[in-house]
């Protein structure tokens, strides 16, 4: 910014790099944003024409309202004359109405517009003064909703994303007002087009925390939540997601790119009272190049200043409302080695403890780790992972990403989403209210296995079924230990409590998830253990494969084809693709 003040007080304006910037190389990256609609919206900047402009303007225009910024309603960042600010605006053209009416009228005629499009549609959190410093009183008082960004804190990308994402669905709304089409009562309700902080008539998220509930209705409310925004997933999948946060704060989705895991995450906490707008949803999108906790935890600069990481600031602010669950998702986490970033948070998360009512773990800093900058150790120093965060990551397995080490996949429930079906049906749901649910909903009740002794018959008859399984396992060295065991009965016991599906289907769940993973090689053991599974996911030990056929695949999926009742299918299901992938091409593991 302090570049184009030099450009545009001593440099040529032709070909000047900073117009291709403006012009070109900003409007293609905001084009190619997932929310950007191209066919509707049109991006743009400008400069000048000639000669430098005073304010540069990059605008986002719905074609069907205005092809021009000259009038019109559309979305506008605004630089300031001094390059000391950045606005996001939703803005009005004025140069237009200034050729039919003088400066006081046009100023008068767009406030008034504003006003009335303030009363329509929610903030969502946005500025709806117009006290904006740009030096340009037609955008000042042409200004309908704005943030702004200061040249000395301009905010990290996650969170100019999440700004733009709220303001072009906020523009969406106004389009739907503009053209007169009716407003359904889900559209006047959708909480992305709220702020939460305002009480209007599109505000369904009251400020009221529901410490009382009943587990089962709210994950059926949940479920119809998602569906009514368009995203249908398989049955129980809320369910089996839910236990898995229940038992362990720490899951990992993974599966086909574009299959719905990051929505998932962020359709499951918005449904509860926590998004992006209020502070309590937080996307990471972690970058190949992280090969340690700094981008986490924070790091100190050559003057000894320590800067916060994504997960130190919402820690932090998560500690503080301990009665709200936060949630963290790091997505497309094995972009990097997860182990190099994440170990110290996995180590940390296994010191989980009772203090009296509450659950702490050890602290994440050091004094030592701030140098001299006493300021951060005062403010950070004694933070520790709180109750109420809960970390997802989501992740794709193919040639551009790292496995996971057993470190981590013990530590987590991996949900695989490799499911896909293209049909879909033009059907309405009705959107049901957010609740803002206490953490008490998602909270562990269980750190160790004594916790449960109250459900002893279900953890006997889960831990028979885990001696069975860890028999075979042993044979080649993939048995596993106390945590796995401790993790799936708890899972299994939260399922009993709340009666959510039956006892086969939730140990089907945790074999898959938290055994299978586990599991890959290419000696004739493991084509031993495969069939060994197999046996026990069917219930029928008699079933006879060999272990020199070539082809039991095959058999294993035809055995599944011909019988119905089977204990662990999806299981079963998976052991015979990893069985199919063995006999194929001599090696397999979890990820297909």
Excluded at 73 to 100: A, C, H, P, W
Aim: glycine share 4%; proline share 3%.
């Amino acid at each position: 910014m302090n570049n184009y003040v030099k450009a545009r007080t001593s440099e040529v304006f032709a070909r000047h790099r900073l117009g291709n910037l403006i012009r070109r190389d900003i409007p293609d990256l905001i084009s190619n944003l997932p929310f950007i609609d191209t066919s509707v919206l049109k991006v743009q900047g400008s400069c000048g024409k000639g000669n430098w402009a005073t304010i540069p303007w990059i605008s986002i225009l719905n074609k069907k309202i205005t092809q021009t910024t000259q009038e019109g309603v559309y979305i506008v960042y605004l630089f300031s004359e001094d390059m000391k600010r950045i606005y996001l605006t939703l803005n009005q053209g004025y140069t237009k109405l200034k050729q039919k009416h003088g400066k006081k009228e046009v100023i008068e005629i767009m406030q008034n517009n504003a006003v009335s499009i303030r009363e329509s549609i929610a903030s969502n959190g946005f500025n709806t003064d117009n006290n904006l410093d740009l030096g340009n009183e037609f955008y000042e008082k042409g200004s309908i909703f704005y943030k702004e960004y200061t040249i000395d804190a301009i905010p990290d990308d996650n969170i100019l994303y999440n700004d733009l994402e709220r303001m072009v669905e906020i523009y969406n709304f106004y389009y739907k007002i503009a053209t007169k089409r009716p407003l359904d009562i889900e559209a006047q309700q959708d909480n992305i087009l709220v702020s939460i902080n305002n009480v209007n008539v599109y505000n369904n998220l009251s400020n009221e925390i529901y410490d009382e509930f009943n587990v089962k209705d709210e994950l059926q409310r949940i479920s119809k939540y998602i569906q009514s925004k368009g995203f249908i997933y398989e049955n129980d999948a809320i369910i089996n997601f839910y236990l898995s946060l229940k038992a362990k704060p720490f899951v990992i989705l993974a599966g086909t790119s574009g299959t719905g895991k990051s929505k998932l995450v962020k359709l499951f906490a918005e449904s509860i009272g926590a998004t992006s707008e209020n502070g309590r949803f937080k996307l990471v999108p972690v970058k190949p190049d992280w090969s340690d906790p700094s981008e986490l935890f924070g790091y100190r600069d050559l003057h000894g200043k320590f800067h916060p990481g994504h997960l130190t600031t919402f820690i932090k602010e998560a500690s503080e409302n301990i009665d709200l669950p936060y949630f963290l998702c790091l997505d497309e986490m094995n972009l990097a080695r997860v182990e190099y970033y994440l170990s110290d948070v996995l180590s940390i998360m296994e010191t989980r403890r009772w203090d009296s009512e509450r659950i702490i773990t050890d602290r994440l800093f050091t004094e030592e780790y701030f140098g001299d900058d006493e300021d951060a150790a005062l403010k950070y120093k004694d933070l520790y992972l709180p109750e109420n965060l809960y970390i997802i990551g989501t992740v794709n397995m193919d040639e551009t990403t790292f496995p996971f080490s057993k470190k981590v996949l013990d530590r987590a429930n991996t949900i695989e989403f490799s499911h896909v079906d293209l049909d879909f049906k033009f059907e309405h749901y009705n959107q049901p209210p957010i609740l803002q649910l206490h953490n008490n909903f998602l909270k562990s009740e269980f750190l160790i296995l004594k916790d449960c002794e109250l459900y002893e018959e279900t953890i006997l008859t889960t831990i028979s079924v885990l001696k069975e399984i860890n028999n075979v396992l042993l044979e080649s060295n993939q048995h596993f230990g106390y945590r796995i065991r401790d993790e799936i009965c708890f899972y299994i016991t939260y399922n009993q409590i709340y009666d959510l599906i039956t006892f086969d289907k939730a140990m089907d769940y945790e074999i898959l998830q938290k055994i299978l993973p586990r599991i890959q090689g290419s000696s004739i053991s493991i084509k031993r253990i495969l069939i060994e599974l197999f046996k026990i996911c069917i219930n029928n030990q008699a079933q006879n494969f060999s272990y020199d056929n070539a082809a039991v695949n095959e058999e294993m999926f035809k055995y599944l084809n011909n019988n119905k009742t089977i204990p662990y299918k999806n299981s079963a299901l998976k052991i015979a693709l990893m069985m199919r992938r063995l006999e194929e091409d001599g090696v397999t593991s979890y990820w297909m």
